[in-house]
């Protein structure tokens, strides 16, 4: 089973600051990775599919990028519904995982 | 548009059953693989099962295996989740979800809203 790795657990960051999260995998994933977004009391919704192509409808300042083993998310400048939990999750083979999530806070 | 409704889910004790459906509408149901997807209270994601469009290809996890069995009615778009010798662990909101592609092994999207399973004496 491939284990994902989420970090940092917890980010806090005001509104218009840049949000770095990473997503670190056991074995390398190729680039069949994806980033979901989880608001409170709401369904996942995925942001970022095959490491870098932005779901239909998601803004531009959402981007993913990396390879193998080492992946980030990046939010350019957040905006107030961007403060959520969001989780990485492979799909190279099964079964498939999720990481364990980072929670964007505002500081 | 595509939606996905879950319902079936509700208090069951220890060692129950419980069958969770998901009718499906907007899209051509036969020709995407469907996902069950859970999350504990206050915990992370975690991938349940999945099936082929056709029906003829499952994957389950380990935590589910023997004891869940997911199934589809392509002629009612539904999706389908029997869960069988049922335990506290199995406690979760279940979200159905759509393959984003035809492959079974894809991406989640969309989602439905979920329905909780609660498995308690």
């Known amino acids: 089973e491939i284990v994902l790795t989420q970090s940092p657990a917890t980010l806090s960051l005001s509104p218009g600051e840049r949000a770095t999260l990473s997503c670190r995998a056991s074995?390398?994933?190729?680039?069949?990775l994806a980033w979901y977004q989880q608001n409170p009391g709401q369904a996942p919704r995925l942001l970022i599919y095959d490491a870098s192509n932005r779901a239909t409808g998601i803004p531009a300042r959402f981007s993913g990028s990396g390879s193998g083993t080492d992946f980030t998310l990046t939010i350019s400048s957040l905006e107030p519904e961007d403060f959520a939990v969001y989780y990485c999750?492979?799909?190279?083979?099964?079964?498939?995982?999720f990481g364990g999530g980072t929670k964007l806070e505002i500081k | 548009e595509v939606q996905l409704l879950e319902s079936g889910g509700g208090l069951v004790q220890p060692g129950g059953s419980l069958r969770l459906s998901c009718a499906a509408s907007g899209f051509s149901f036969s020709s995407y693989a469907m996902n069950w997807v859970r999350q504990a209270p206050g915990k992370g994601l975690e991938w349940v099962s999945t099936i082929s469009g056709s029906g003829d290809s499952t994957y389950y996890a380990d935590s589910v295996k023997g004891r869940f069995t997911i199934s589809r009615d392509n002629s009612q778009n539904t999706l389908y989740l029997q869960m069988n010798s049922l335990r506290a662990a199995d406690t979760a909101v279940y979200y159905c979800a759509k393959a984003r592609v035809a492959y079974p092994n894809s991406w989640f999207d969309p989602w439905g809203r979920g329905t909780l399973v609660t498995v308690s004496s």
């Open positions: 074995q390398s994933l190729s680039s069949f």
């Open positions: 999750q492979h799909r190279y083979n099964w079964p498939l995982t």
